[in-house]
């Protein structure tokens, strides 16, 4: 079982930016897959992005193309999403999950292909 905590999130202006933080418990997230969810008030969870631990590929919800990236490190245990021109829209918790030994599926993620969850970070995007 892995154990995930997601950190950087806070109060940005519209324009700005602020790289998402998930550490991962396991000595290595080599083979495991992470994806970054979003929940904003009233809304359902959405997935964001997938990077794969067996092959490397991503997949970024639409909306969200162009302005976020998902990398990771495996080495530190870590994976990050980069968001760039961030907008008020785009205020929610976000949460990372992960999965052993899968493929990015769908794309943008589905929060039913993942088995372990951080307990979220909140990014808020105002003036």
């Known amino acids: 079982q892995v154990q995930l905590v997601e950190s950087g999130g806070g109060l940005v202006q519209p324009g700005g930016s602020l790289r998402l933080a998930c550490v991962a418990s396991?000595?290595?997230?080599?083979?495991?897959?992470i994806g970054w969810f979003r929940q904003a008030p009233r809304k359902e969870r959405e997935g964001l992005s997938c990077?794969?631990?067996?092959?490397?590929?991503?997949n970024y919800l639409d909306s969200v193309k162009g302005r976020f990236t998902i990398t990771r490190d495996d080495a530190k245990n870590t994976a990050y999403l980069q968001m760039n021109s961030l907008q008020p829209e785009d205020t929610a918790v976000y949460y990372c999950?992960?999965?052993?030994?899968?493929?990015?599926?769908?794309?943008?993620?589905?929060?039913?292909?993942?088995?372990?969850w951080g307990q979220g970070t909140q990014v808020t995007v105002s003036s």
């Open positions: 396991e000595s290595s997230l080599d083979l495991w897959t």
């Open positions: 990077i794969s631990g067996v092959d490397g590929s991503t």
């Open positions: 999950a992960a999965e052993l030994l899968t493929r990015c599926d769908s794309s943008p993620p589905r929060d039913s292909e993942f088995d372990y």
